[in-house]
């Protein structure tokens, strides 16, 4: 079964500094998909930032990017020029390839809380 | 764009009742996932459905029952609650497979409350 691990329950970071946020995973697959989920106060599940296993290249969308080590088992998040409504829970996730029929269950991290301190 | 409801949003049972909670998934969307997410904790999946055919099953006690109708709408069914049952529940859809992603787009979820 595969596993996700954040190691870091909670980061704070300065507005407008840098972080990174760990996550490590274990599969035997050679081919997934790694996800950074963001979940604020609202509770709502937002989706950050993804990542396809057989791609070198690291994914980036605005601000927020990440640093995929495939042999390492290693996918952190970055965030960049931190601003206020960063501050949430961040879920890493990992899915299977998609094979289709509803097989594709997300597998979460334990989270990290990012505070934002102004 | 049309997202994906969840109904009620808010839910206050006794022990030992019963719960429905409904997911309406984004219009053309033919895959349903249902997620327990205790409090602190982070999500955990229950079920999933395609085509109103349940495909794969996660941690969910024989006291839930889910399926997912011919307008692609899903019921979880929740019996004999039990305090721990205390938790938010997502639903996600996902779309015809179109594209590797395949993103899971989640509803709002339902918070039960199990006193």
């Known amino acids: 079964a595969q596993t996700v691990t954040q190691s870091q329950p909670e980061m704070s970071v300065q507005e407008a500094e840098t972080v990174t946020l760990s996550c490590t995973y274990d599969?035997?697959?050679?081919?997934?998909?790694l996800f950074w989920y963001k979940q604020p106060p609202s509770r709502q599940m937002i989706l950050v930032i993804r990542?396809?296993?057989?791609?070198?290249q690291n994914a980036t969308e605005n601000r927020f990017s990440v640093n995929f080590q495939k042999a390492a088992k290693s996918f952190s998040l970055k965030i960049s020029d931190s601003q206020l409504g960063d501050a949430a829970m961040y879920f890493c996730?990992?899915?299977?390839?998609?094979?289709?029929?509803?097989?594709?269950?997300?597998?979460f991290g334990t989270g990290t809380r990012l505070t934002i301190i102004p | 764009a049309a997202g994906v409801i969840q109904s009620p949003r808010h839910l206050i049972k006794e022990k030992r009742e019963t719960a429905t909670l409904k997911c309406y998934p984004i219009?053309?969307?033919?895959?349903v996932y249902w997620y327990q997410q205790g409090p602190g904790q982070d999500p955990q999946f229950l079920i999933s459905?395609?085509?109103?055919?349940?495909?794969d099953k996660g941690s969910i006690p024989d006291r839930f029952s889910a399926q997912q109708f011919s307008d692609y709408h899903s019921e979880l069914n929740m019996s004999s609650l039990e305090l721990g049952d205390s938790a938010l529940y997502f639903c996600?859809?996902?779309?015809?497979?179109?594209?590797?992603?395949?993103?899971?787009?989640f509803g709002p979820g339902t918070r039960l409350t199990v006193l």
């Open positions: 459905f395609y085509e109103k055919m349940q495909s």
């Open positions: 996600a859809s996902s779309e015809p497979r179109t594209s590797s992603y395949n993103e899971q787009f």
């Open positions: 599969t035997s697959e050679s081919d997934y998909y």
């Open positions: 219009p053309r969307h033919d895959t």
């Open positions: 996730a990992y899915r299977r390839p998609l094979l289709g029929f509803g097989n594709e269950k997300l597998t």
């Open positions: 990542q396809e296993a057989y791609k070198q």
